[in-house]
């Protein structure tokens, strides 16, 4: 009885979610007076929620939110999560003080966002976001998290007046149609959640042109920035984290996300929990860091049907990165993998809208095979033969087509040659297919 009412709720959900998929005929409209407008017929949810953590970025948003969330956990707050896209289930977007939202509560959430909007112009994201805001608003916690979906100065979260703290990840090059050319020009769009008073943490950069833009703003806002690499630092010590900032230091376990870059965004999240209005401790901070999940960064697959074709010796490995920073991290991770003698196998596949050889020039020298796949149920994914060409084009010789992940998984395994670890990557939705394929 009990699952057949779970199924109902979960069948209810997937029909409002269709139903507010058809609401506004472009996917993305960036602007804040529908949000504007929504929120106020709403009674203004955004003005009663706990202090909010506002994170924008290109690369490393969702891990400095989960880093973030797990340490506050841990120091026993509870928290509000948003974040976006999610990866096998919609309600993995809204967590409320601590757990996944309700099938159930979630459609009543958006079919009253849809009775109060009415008529009126509004896209899907500003309705699932108006939807969180609602439920944070009426749910008691201590801390918001909330993850910019798309930019940053007219995304649908920027209506926050006074977040406890911004944060500003590493900006890279992705979704230039809609920020801008450059990188000093994508960082101004990200910028844009900034706010006056309003402390500031910010990531590592690549180009300098970025902190100047973080520096611009924050100097026109009047408010303090807490730049990475002069404020504070986050390194390897050998044994773990060490955290450096106002001179002291803190001594810290790795973080339980692999790769280097987690380093990073692990030292993010640590400057921005110094700017919320609680005490994080070296207890809580080491807990968090131990216990911090976040699926589809480079994540291991050792159960489900994919997990089962390797034969022993083969490790699969899943991550959703897909930009120019994306593949020079996963570089990083593949040198440190191939250095023991094995080699990688890549599983490809990605959206048409982003730039494939940027991600994938950092991997050639890593790289022995690579089959590229289509993204079952998107319109917009490459096309497995072109992600081929576009592999080859880039640099990897080895580089051919297949059906599907598990086409492509039978035929590494059967072709010649010593085990290997086998990478899917280039896309969150492909991520997303895998592990709802995975179970």
Sequence with gaps: MIKAVVATETARLEAVLERMRQLHPVTIDLSLGRIERLLAKLGNPERRLPPVAHVAGTNGKGSTVAFLRAMAEAAGLKVHVYTSPHLVQFRERIRLAGKLIGDEVLADL????????????????????????????????????????????LDATNVIARPAVSVLTRISYDHMQFLGGTLAEIAWEKAGILKAGCPAVAGPQADPAVIRVFRERAGELG?????HGEDWTARDSGSGLRYCADGQVLDLPYPALLGAHQLDNAGLAISAARHLPYDLDRDAISAGLRRVEW?????????????????????????????????????????????????????????????????????????????????????????????????????????????????????????????????????????????????
Aim: glycine share 10%; net charge negative.
């Design 223 to 227: 408010l303090p920035l807490y730049l």
């Design 295 to 439: 699926p589809a960064r480079l994540q291991r697959l050792t159960r489900g049907p994919l997990a089962a074709t390797l034969p022993p010796g083969w490790a699969l490995w899943l991550d959703g990165g897909h930009n120019d920073s994306a593949g020079e991290v996963l570089a990083k991770q593949l040198a440190a993998w191939t250095a023991d003698g094995q080699p990688v196998d890549v599983i490809f596949g990605m959206l048409g809208s982003k730039q494939p050889q940027d991600f994938l020039r950092p991997l050639v020298p890593h790289v022995r095979r690579l089959l590229a796949v289509g993204i079952p149920g998107e319109a917009n994914a490459l096309p497995p033969d072109d992600a081929a060409a576009q592999a080859r084009a880039a640099g990897i010789a080895a580089a051919e087509s297949a059906d599907s992940v598990q086409a492509a998984l039978d035929r590494l395994v059967q072709a010649d040659g010593p085990s290997a670890r086998v990478l899917i990557c280039g896309s969150l939705y492909l991520a997303g297919r895998v592990l709802r394929d995975n179970g």
């Design 110 to 153: 958006l079919e009253e966002v849809e009775r109060v909007n009415g008529t009126d112009p509004i896209t899907f994201f500003e309705v699932t976001t108006a939807a969180a805001f609602l439920a944070f608003a009426r749910t008691p916690a201590d801390l918001v998290l909330l993850e910019v979906g798309l930019g940053g100065r």
